[in-house]
């Protein structure tokens, strides 16, 4: 189940068990898993990143997360390569994207020119972590908002 067709089905979570409506006044709200604003992190790994000009970027392979703050960090946009061969991976700050359930895809609102010379990595060679000017410089090239202020 991809994120778009999570979204709108109404609150409807596929986990380990069975879907539940969970805002059917049938039924009682099941709390075993997301519901429509909320979905597990690994359900996102393979979701589309399109430009704002329909472009596909590549596709979400992780969603990393600030666990001391709890906040999401940001979204990791793998792109290129051929059969895991020759990727790039793209630090998104996670408020950069925006949701398209109905095209069941991610945009990232920027222009050709920005994503063109966004910094990226290879797969074996993740920035510094704890190094809070990359941060900065990530959030700064994309025109976001640090998710720690």
């Known amino acids: 189940m991809n ?39 690994s359900m996102l790994a393979g979701e589309k990143v399109l430009s704002r000009n329909d472009e596909t970027l590549g596709s979400i392979s992780e969603v990393v997360v600030d666990v001391v703050r709890g906040r999401i960090g940001y979204a990791l946009l793998a792109c290129g390569g051929f059969m895991g061969m020759g990727e790039r991976l793209f630090a998104i700050p996670w408020n950069a994207l925006k949701l398209d359930a109905r095209r069941n895809c991610f945009v990232l609102d920027t222009d050709d020119a920005t994503f063109a010379t966004a910094p990226s990595f290879d797969k074996d060679q993740w920035p510094i972590e704890a190094d809070l000017q990359w941060h900065q410089r990530m959030h700064a090239h994309y025109g976001a908002r640090p998710y720690w202020e």
């Open 3 to 41: 994120i778009g067709t999570l979204i709108r089905s109404a609150g409807t979570y596929r986990g380990a068990r069975a879907a539940v409506p969970l805002d059917s006044a049938r039924a009682k709200p099941d709390h075993s898993g997301p519901g429509q604003r909320q979905v597990a992190a």
